[in-house]
């Protein structure tokens, strides 16, 4: 009888690792954000519960929406189709060379595309990214990883005694920097809304 219950554990456990496989095989089939040849791109979400889902983001033209401080713009937003599970979204125009942001909207609940490594976090907010490129030299080829030297970031940590606490640093470094020498200083100071990390992942620091 125990030979017999170890069996059934094997087997089901056989059986979830297969599902979990076919999944994640499922999932890398899927390509999403993916660049056409016509400058146009796709979005694609497995969602096959979902009821609406959307796509937001900087590519997208703005929309007003009513505050209590007023009239703000904020990216617009695009629904999805679904065939099968698979939510799908193309661009009805082709984008300009740039970095863009965007995330997924399910039933009314932010998501990121889990088929896209890249992302940045604001503060609280996280998006997804993706780039643009025609040619060499434009928006998109500049925030793009190129065939040059690349510096360094270190994430460091710092005693600030004006505020009693521990506060978080990040330091690039020019490739040139291991050689020696004296360099010169830039501090950077992130506006409303950003953080340490603002300058190396939206801004791309160390790739660029």
Not at 158 to 168: E, K
Request: charged share 20%.
């Amino acid at each position: 009888m125990k030979k017999f219950f170890l069996s059934l554990v094997a087997l089901a456990a056989i059986s979830v690792s297969a599902l979990a496989q076919q999944a994640l095989f499922n999932m890398q089939d899927l390509t999403s954000p993916e660049i056409n040849a016509d400058g146009t791109v796709t979005f694609r979400l497995i969602a096959p519960k979902a009821v609406k889902v959307e796509v937001t983001g900087d590519f997208l033209p703005k929309q007003a929406i009513e505050t209590p401080f007023g009239l703000f713009e904020v990216d617009g937003t695009a629904d999805l189709k679904e065939e099968n599970g698979v939510w799908t979204y193309t661009t009805t125009e082709a984008l300009a060379p740039e970095l863009y942001s965007y995330k997924f909207k399910v039933d009314g609940q932010d998501f990121l595309d889990p088929s896209n490594v890249y992302r940045n976090r604001d503060i609280v907010s996280f998006t997804n990214m993706f780039i643009i490129s025609k040619e060499k030299g434009d928006l998109g080829d500049l925030y793009s990883v190129n065939n040059v030297r690349h510096g360094n970031v270190s994430k460091v940590w710092y005693s600030s005694p004006t505020l009693g606490t521990q506060r978080r640093m990040t330091v690039y470094t020019p490739p040139t920097y291991e050689d020696g020498g004296k360099y010169p200083v830039l501090y950077l100071q992130h506006g409303a809304g950003g953080d340490e990390n603002a300058w190396t992942e939206l801004g791309r620091a160390a790739q660029i």
